[in-house]
């Protein structure tokens, strides 16, 4: 395989963001960039959604989140975009999982983390989507609010066209199994680890 030479690599300028903003997450899926969420210059989450075509060296705006918020982790599921948590206006960290379906331009409400979160880890494989890690409010601190680390298992989907599955824990630790469930969502949040979930 043939490595570019670093020489034929050089710095462009693009047309900037429509919207000065910081924490706003970024995801290239089917040729796009998407820009999602954010904090204005007064620290204030915002809702704006953004399209960037390498084409046309322009941004279009989108239908707005439906929860204005920055710092979202983000993953795409097919012509679907998942986002994930997030820090709220009321500086606060988030359950709330939105999906934007790009076909169809339109959000939709998923079913909501285990444990409002930012800082997230959202990993996508096949018809897979994982949620781990991130920080979480606690007690203490400045005003009775900090944050601590999160290390475990926050969220876990399966989306296909026909069913869902929904993920099962083991308590001996054996590897999740799954169980077919009638199609209702696609997501469903997986029970805390060492507990049996009926299947």
Same mark, same amino acid.
């Given at each position: 395989m043939e490595v570019p030479n670093v020489k034929d690599f050089q710095w462009k300028r693009l047309a900037p963001l429509p919207s000065r903003r910081v924490y706003s997450s970024l995801l290239e899926t089917g040729g796009q960039v998407y820009a999602i969420g954010g904090c204005d210059d007064n620290g204030v989450p915002m809702d704006c959604f953004e399209?960037?075509?390498?084409?046309?060296?322009?941004? =279009? /705006? %989108?239908?707005p989140l439906?929860?204005?918020?920055? @710092? $979202?982790?983000? =993953? /795409? %599921?097919?012509?679907?975009?998942m986002v994930?948590? @997030? $820090?709220?206006?009321?500086? %606060?960290?988030?359950?709330?999982?939105?999906m934007y379906n790009i076909d169809e331009g339109k959000w939709k409400k998923r079913s909501m983390l285990r444990e409002a979160a930012m800082g997230i880890s959202v990993t996508a494989k096949g018809k897979w989507g994982r949620a781990e890690g991130g920080q979480r409010e606690g007690s203490g601190g400045p005003r009775g609010k900090q944050v601590e680390t999160n290390s475990h298992l926050l969220w876990a989907v399966e989306f296909s066209a026909m069913s869902l599955q929904t993920p099962c824990v083991q308590q001996n630790g054996a590897p999740p199994t799954t169980t077919p469930q009638p199609l209702k969502s696609a997501l469903q949040v997986p029970p805390p680890p060492g507990t049996y979930s009926g299947c």
């Amino acid at each position: 395989m043939e490595v570019p030479n670093v020489k034929d690599f050089q710095w462009k300028r693009l047309a900037p963001l429509p919207s000065r903003r910081v924490y706003s997450s970024l995801l290239e899926t089917g040729g796009q960039v998407y820009a999602i969420g954010g904090c204005d210059d007064n620290g204030v989450p915002m809702d704006c959604f953004e399209v960037y075509s390498p084409e046309a060296d322009q941004w =279009t /705006a %989108l239908s707005p989140l439906p929860t204005a918020r920055a @710092g $979202v982790a983000v =993953t /795409a %599921l097919g012509k679907r975009i998942m986002v994930v948590g @997030g $820090v709220g206006t009321n500086q %606060l960290p988030l359950k709330v999982v939105e999906m934007y379906n790009i076909d169809e331009g339109k959000w939709k409400k998923r079913s909501m983390l285990r444990e409002a979160a930012m800082g997230i880890s959202v990993t996508a494989k096949g018809k897979w989507g994982r949620a781990e890690g991130g920080q979480r409010e606690g007690s203490g601190g400045p005003r009775g609010k900090q944050v601590e680390t999160n290390s475990h298992l926050l969220w876990a989907v399966e989306f296909s066209a026909m069913s869902l599955q929904t993920p099962c824990v083991q308590q001996n630790g054996a590897p999740p199994t799954t169980t077919p469930q009638p199609l209702k969502s696609a997501l469903q949040v997986p029970p805390p680890p060492g507990t049996y979930s009926g299947c």
